[in-house]
């Protein structure tokens, strides 16, 4: 990709969204590459929106397990008010990976982590899937360009990285390769778009894209004021949900802070606050390491925090309040595209 | 403070909190010992919950500055149910110090950032206070046993930080000096919970509390993602309020990694996802500086993405949101300590 994304290309991703049908009037049929968490949770918002999904898994048991999977997410998708009347209806299973890409109009592949496991499966796919089908990779560490080098056609390839879990977090990274073309660009942008999500495609290819790198720099910190004993996770976790959290799930980190600057907004937040910031704060900041005595504490604090619940139902938990939210904030997806 | 508080404390700031009226009745009078954007949002939150409050503050025009601040804030304490009908009732000015803080039975001090003036404010404070006076300083910066060398009696004195703007954000940080007593700690975690606040109190005095260092090492990695081009500051604002930020709003980060963990939970997040991100994700992070380059780009784009409206019109609307979001949690205060 060469040209630059103008900064006002998010206009048209919410225009793509409210021509939400049109849209995905050309994509009736998907191929879910790996069934675990993340394709489970794809198969199960394509379903909502009406697109066969085909999965392809080699495991024995990858039925059950999709299965039991979909049940599991679909109080969330009907908490979103999209259909899940027979969310399974359009559902289907095949090994062989030629033969589940052969009528793809969409392929979201999600496999392990491995470049050279990636490589053979993108080569493979290349090879099957039909010349309009949109191509888009998971993966949340290994850029596109690196994958594609396996590839006749690297145009196609792009990364469509989701924030767990990809049914109900809007967020969608589109991160092109350096032989990824504008077009795959702006197919993959629409079509995430008229899944009701919030697709953002990224300027350059940087290890951990943007999401996981600014959640990575906040972790560090969170890790070294635990192990320094500042505060329990518990308490940090509180910290977080009563000022942060609720002010960035409202405004991002530039405009809390062009805010934060009074009349003068972010030039003047910079020439205070910023450079404060910047000599007495970052070199501050805690480099800290998962020593074993680090990690005794945090295991300690977090069965001590988070014991009382199944992670299951502390995750059905945070979904029901996630939902509440987008409600509350008007962002949860419109229920265009029925099945049921 | 000599001893840890223990985690399980959350609790007892839950039921002082439904406790609050008998809490609150011992807080009939507060001095606001500066006018400014903190001391307006405390006072607002003070006469709300039928706190009289005189407000101490040497500029000549600190009244119409103060009750042009309430006038403003006004909407958001409505919007959190609190009674806003006869607000400034209950208000007066003194610029005095010592004449402002002479019956009050909570000061809370928004001076200037700046050690020297805050040691004098507060000699003044302790001398002319009455001896059961709660003595709070909102700063940000200045731990409490810096200010305290100053004082007869250091254990009055504990840091009541905000985050902006108080009277709407719930989070306080209660950071002991090292000659805080206990039960001053404790009275002022009452206090605040008392107010419908959320106060969490830390363990050691570390500059920059908790949340701003969350803060400030989330922003180091916008500034490098923004500096190096990956994204703009509209996009990489959208990122996170499309994922960090709802997912933190509903749970802290070490919950939400805990949940990440899947079964296995935090500990199998460490070892797998954690010890990946250690190795390669934090040597990866950005450590920018505000070079005339990286200002003169982040003011740009800061102008290219909020230049359309003014500061306290997009406030007003991340305000209007927040009580939203609030509301959808379940988190705004009840409307105890009626005024109206």
Chains 1, 2 share one sequence.
């Not at 999904?53 to 048991?61: A, G, K």
């Not at 010349?131 to 560490?141: D, N, P, Y």
């Not at 894209?209 to 890790?223: G, I, W, Y």
Request: charged share 20%; glycine share 10%.
């Amino acid at each position: 990709m060469t040209s630059a994304t103008s900064p006002t290309s998010a206009a048209s991703a919410t225009s793509a969204a409210s021509a939400a049908e049109p849209v995905l009037d050309s994509y009736r049929r998907a191929a879910i590459i790996g069934g675990g968490v993340i394709g489970v949770s794809w198969a199960g918002l394509f379903l909502a929106r009406g697109i066969d999904v085909v999965v392809s898994d080699p495991r024995e048991d990858i039925e059950d397990l999709v299965r039991a999977g979909l049940a599991g997410i679909t109080p969330a998708l009907a908490g979103l008010g999209l259909p899940t009347g027979n969310l399974t209806e359009g559902l289907s299973f095949e090994a062989d990976l030629a033969t589940a890409v052969a009528e793809a109009d969409v392929v979201q592949e999600n496999g392990p982590e491995r470049l050279e496991l990636k490589r053979e499966i993108w080569r493979a796919i290349e090879e099957a899937a039909p010349a309009h089908a949109l191509l888009a990779t998971s993966t949340s560490s290994i850029p596109a360009s690196a994958i594609a080098t396996a590839m006749r056609q690297p145009a196609r390839l792009v990364v469509g990285h989701p924030f767990n879990p990809p049914h109900l977090v809007p967020l969608v990274e589109i991160v092109p390769g350096e032989r990824t073309s504008e077009a795959t660009v702006e197919r993959a942008r629409a079509f995430y778009a008229a899944l009701g999500k919030k697709p953002q495609v990224l300027r350059k290819e940087v290890p951990g894209f943007v999401a996981n790198r600014l959640q990575s720099a906040l972790f560090r910190e969170c890790v070294h004021l635990v192990a320094e004993g500042v505060v329990t996770e518990r308490e940090l976790d509180e910290i977080v949900t009563s000022s942060l959290g609720p002010r960035w799930a409202v405004g991002g980190p530039f405009r809390t802070f062009h805010l934060g600057g009074g009349p003068g907004g972010l030039p003047h937040f910079i020439e205070h606050l910023g450079r404060a910031m910047e000599t007495t704060m970052w070199p501050a900041l805690g480099d800290p390491t998962f020593d074993d005595a680090t990690v005794a504490t945090l295991v300690e604090q977090a069965n001590e925090a988070f014991g009382t619940g199944t992670v299951e139902e502390l995750a059905a938990e945070r979904d029901r309040a996630q939902i509440a939210l987008m409600r509350a904030l008007g962002e949860t997806p419109d229920s265009g595209g029925t099945r049921a």
